[in-house]
């Protein structure tokens, strides 16, 4: 009896840790799911979708917007004014570049173009952009755009061919892909590069004569590069462009083919192309271009179908997140809120639930029916309860079990819970800590004073050449030169008496306001709809403010720009 008692806790306890294990295995799965915002182009417009896939929101309708990349403080960076190119035939390419809010608001052109280009890449530490431009005789060259400041050349060979540009991670690097011949006896074809800002430095990461390599991207954490291959040799795959994997300088590169449950099957061609990390560099996203029509066909005959799709760079199966998208890329720098209320979101250390798990009880239950069998067993010999014990016996066994189940069950759940509630702060890395600081506000306005009477609110500064007083369209910037003028730019929902709205500027590094809070210098109220307001000087050094406003000593919004 005693040991048909003891077998019955033992089997009990295996159940309990088979069913910890899967419980404990599904919430690791469950933490490290892919998250964030992914933008991409469908339809000539540029759409966000979470990495699940859901909350899927067409942010633009003008049918004139592609090339999105994600700016420094989480701004969308898209091409637009398309135009033909005359040596591409009806294909067409963007000549201006705009940035925007999440949801489509702000929009603010940065710039205009000489010629079209293809290809942006922005940068996740400083309001940089580079892009490729195509020059007149159908060659590329690589240009650096400082947001405010003129671009900047760094190939200066319009014949040769300069393509999909993209920042290092420390945004010191620009990484890209050229067409050229490593010697004289080779096919022309296009490897991967690496190069400085100042276009110097140039360094060969990707090479193969037979090969044409296009799209690389480094991790955040800068120990994988990503890129993708066209290719006439035979991999054993039906593609004809296909994703590749490798070491941060290009060694060990890699074909990166996850698995996608079948939905390949069926096709004559699956191309994979434009990939790019997740923020913690454990995923990819990236374009899938299939056709089930024989590759001889005319392009009137030949349909393609267009999908984004998300897999582990470990390698494991792929996720559609998206149909008819394309140009996939992941956001990475911090989610930029609408208008003045400053409703940016931070980047602050991130504290899970203190409560016990289900995997705690579970492993608890399991740890407590095992001791509970073990010490029965042991005080059934002690004891000398044997064979068919009576009423007092197995009152003794049911005490003994009980006893040290609870006991050990205990213990068990309160030493899991303290392990994972001295784990549950996950501290952020330099590069969040970063971010966090670069959108951090000195303090908090008050959003709902603010959308009482603002529905936008921004800095600006007027164009080159402009003298003060005089009529101008106001440029949207949040970068300043010593020589240029801070302006209030905005749309007021109420009229603003005189004397209520009144402005600050503070210090961020040195902690210290160099323009105290005092009234708009302005003549009467402020009306209701556009306005530009006080374009003063600025008179203090380089470095970054912030710009307060204030609606009857009410502090509404705080406006974060630079000077350099």
């Known amino acids: 009896m005693a040991k048909s008692l003891v077998g019955k806790w033992l089997i009990l306890g295996v159940i309990f840790l088979i ?20 933008a991409f182009v469908k339809s000539d417009n540029i759409w966000l979708v979470n990495a699940d896939g859901a909350d899927l929101k067409q942010i633009t ?61 922005c940068s996740t530490k400083e309001p940089k952009i580079t892009y490729s431009q195509i020059g007149a005789d159908s060659g590329r060259d690589i240009f650096l755009f400082e947001i405010d400041g003129t671009p900047k050349n760094l190939t200066n060979q ?31 074809h296009s490897a991967l590069f690496s190069m400085n800002l100042s276009g110097s430095d140039e360094q060969l990461l990707v090479d193969d004569p037979m090969e044409y390599y296009s799209g690389p991207v480094l991790s955040p954490i800068g120990d994988k590069l990503a890129f ?40 004559t061609r699956w191309d994979t192309s434009r990939p790019d990390f997740s923020a913690d560099g454990k995923y990819l996203v990236f374009e899938v271009r299939a056709n089930k ?15 984004i799709w998300v897999a582990p760079v470990e390698g494991g199966k792929a996720t559609k997140i998206a149909d008819g998208g394309a140009e996939p890329v992941w956001q990475k720098g911090e989610a ?104 951090q506000l000195s303090e908090e306005p008050n959003t709902a004073k603010f959308k009482e009477y603002f529905s936008d609110l921004y800095l600006a500064k007027p164009p080159p050449g402009v003298e003060i007083p005089a009529s101008f369209e106001a440029i949207k910037t ?17 009229i603003i008496a005189t004397g209520a709205m009144a402005t600050a500027i503070y210090d961020v ?41 204030y609606i009857n000593d009410v502090l509404v919004a705080v406006l974060p720009f630079l000077v350099r």
């Not at 004139?64 to 190119?85: E, F, I, M, N």
């Not at 042991?378 to 068919?388: D, E, L, Q, R, Y």
């Not at 030493?415 to 959108?439: D, F, G, H, L, Y």
């Not at 003549?523 to 307060?548: H, W």
């Open 336 to 439: 930029k809120a609408t208008t003045g209320a400053t409703e940016s979101v931070k980047t602050q250390p991130t504290k899970k639930s203190n409560k016990p798990t289900a995997s705690d009880i579970a492993i608890a239950t399991a740890v407590g029916a095992i001791a509970s069998a073990a010490f029965t067993l042991i005080m059934s010999k002690v004891t000398g309860i044997k064979g068919k014990p009576g009423a007092g016996g197995l009152i003794k066994l049911a005490v003994y079990a009980l006893t040290t189940f609870v006991v050990a069950g205990t213990i068990s759940v309160v030493v899991a819970w303290k392990i994972r509630s001295s784990q549950n702060i996950t501290q952020p890395s330099t590069t969040e800590t970063e971010k966090a600081e670069s959108v």
């Open 293 to 307: 029509v024989e590759p001889e066909a005319t392009p009137e005959t030949s349909v393609w179908e267009d999908s």
């Open 19 to 38: 069913i910890s294990f899967f419980i404990f295995s599904n919430q690791s799965l469950a933490q490290t799911q892919p998250s964030g915002k992914i």
């Open 478 to 494: 949040t970068t300043f030169s010593p020589s240029d003028r801070l302006c209030i730019l905005g749309s007021a929902n109420k």
């Open 228 to 267: 993708w291959r066209a290719s006439s040799r035979n991999v054993g795959i039906h593609d004809s462009q296909y994703l590749m994997l490798a070491n941060a300088d290009g060694t060990d590169a890699k074909v990166f083919r996850p698995d996608f449950g079948g939905a390949d099957q069926g096709y």
């Open 61 to 121: 309708t003008d049918n004139d917007s592609d090339l999105p990349c994600w700016l420094y403080d989480g701004r969308l960076v898209v091409g637009r004014a398309h135009q033909t190119h005359p040596k591409y035939g009806i294909q067409k390419f963007p000549t201006e570049i705009w940035v925007m809010n999440l949801d489509g608001s702000g929009v603010e052109l940065l710039l205009k173009t000489e010629r079209p280009f293809q290809d942006l890449g």
């Open 509 to 549: 590094t040195n902690k210290k306001y160099v323009k105290e809070k005092s009234p708009l210098n302005i003549t009467g109220p402020v009306p209701t709809g556009s306005f530009t307001e006080e374009c003063k000087p600025i008179t203090f050094p380089a470095g970054k403010y912030e710009r307060k406003i």
């Open 158 to 188: 319009p014949s040769s061919g300069y393509a999909s540009p993209s920042f290092s991670p420390d945004g010191k690097r620009i990484l890209f892909s050229k067409y050229y011949r490593k010697d004289p006896s080779d096919d022309i």
